[in-house]
């Protein structure tokens, strides 16, 4: 027999060793042989677990949140209000502002000195805080600190930073249509002061004041109704004013019906104005806080019994994966 046979046949021994050693009958035997060692061992990896999840060890995080829904907002596109609510609260301005207003950079013990600080402390806060949207198209604001009352604090300035956010967008909206409404209002006020020029010259130079009134009296100058004859009617003075009304009537009723036009545009826009400054002078608040921020009592993290619990299951698979390598050692040797 060759030497390739016999390094062919060892090999196919040695698996089929490995395999009865790996069957559950064979691990159920390693198990009791080995149960006073992996007792010892499961017991001081559940002890370490214990020891190194502690607060020693592990700073413990306490966390707080609010769930809140948009309100008295307006959309920019086809986005929704709260996907809107969201892009607001991820906003730079907000995460400038909560890290300069908490110290942060100082409160997560990054140095100012430190090459990449920025990247450093924007990475640290949204580890700590998260945004997201819930199933039922609310918002959620979390925030986990080791200060249980900073945390809290977190939140609600992060609330408010989100209104006072939304206010700026809004009062730069409507202090533009106010600017353009107050605008609008002066054009149709000079406006509506010329066609009144032209009028008060109609009345004073030409006679010419009220179309239907005159008329009637220019009628009746020529039917010599006034005073119940003939000798009181001023015929001179009908035939100025009948050759007046001739001349400008067309003017004064084209006059009276644009300055009336002018008159209703003016009081439409005047009330688009008060409407734009009610809002633009208003203090609104933007979102229906579902659930306040309250300071925690319990530490959400670590959870100590998870962290034990894999822990041990970790070093009890590492035992036991050692002690099968063992036995593998000694059946080759046997």
């Known amino acids: 027999m060759s030497a390739n046979s016999n ?107 430190f090459k990449h600080y920025q990247t450093a402390v924007l990475s640290k806060y949204h580890s700590k805080v998260k945004i997201g949207k819930t199933p039922y198209e609310s918002v959620m604001i979390e925030v986990e600190d080791s200060d249980p009352v900073l945390a809290k604090k977190m939140v609600d300035k992060i609330l408010h930073l989100y209104d006072w956010k939304v206010a700026s967008l809004h009062k730069s909206k409507y202090a533009e249509v106010v600017k353009m409404y107050k605008a609008g209002l002066a054009r149709k006020r000079h406006d509506m002061d010329s066609l009144k020029t032209i009028l008060a010259y109609l009345g004073s130079e030409k006679g010419v004041f009220q179309y239907e009134y005159q008329s009637q009296e220019i009628t009746k100058g020529y039917l010599g109704t006034i005073g119940g004859g003939k000798s009181n009617i001023n015929k001179k003075e009908s035939k100025r004013l009948f050759k007046n009304m001739g001349e400008n009537s067309g003017q004064l009723i084209e006059v009276a019906e644009m300055l009336r036009d002018e008159a209703n545009t003016y009081v439409e826009t005047k009330k688009d104005l008060e409407l734009a400054e ?47 390598i063992i036995e593998t050692k000694k059946s080759k040797n046997a």
């Not at 608040?285 to 970790?314: C, E």
Request: net charge neutral; aromatic share 12%.
């Open 7 to 113: 390094i062919i046949i060892e090999h196919k021994v040695k698996n089929i060793k490995m395999d009865n050693l790996l069957n559950s009958s064979n691990m159920i035997r390693l198990l009791d042989k080995w149960k006073v060692h992996l007792l010892v061992i499961v017991i001081v990896a559940a002890v370490l677990g214990m020891i190194f999840s502690g607060p020693t060890f592990i700073t413990p995080l306490y966390k707080s949140y609010a769930v809140a829904y948009p309100a008295n907002i307006d959309s920019y596109s086809e986005e929704s209000n709260t996907e809107q609510m969201l892009q607001i609260l991820n906003s730079q301005d907000i995460t400038d502002s909560m890290i300069l207003d908490f110290d942060l950079g100082n409160h997560y013990n990054i140095k100012k000195s």
């Open 278 to 324: 009610r809002f633009l002078y208003s203090n609104m608040t933007y979102s229906n806080i579902i659930t306040h921020p309250f300071v925690a009592d319990k530490k959400s993290y670590p959870i100590r019994w998870l962290v034990v619990a894999m822990i041990t299951l970790a070093a009890f698979i590492f035992a036991f994966f050692i002690i099968i």
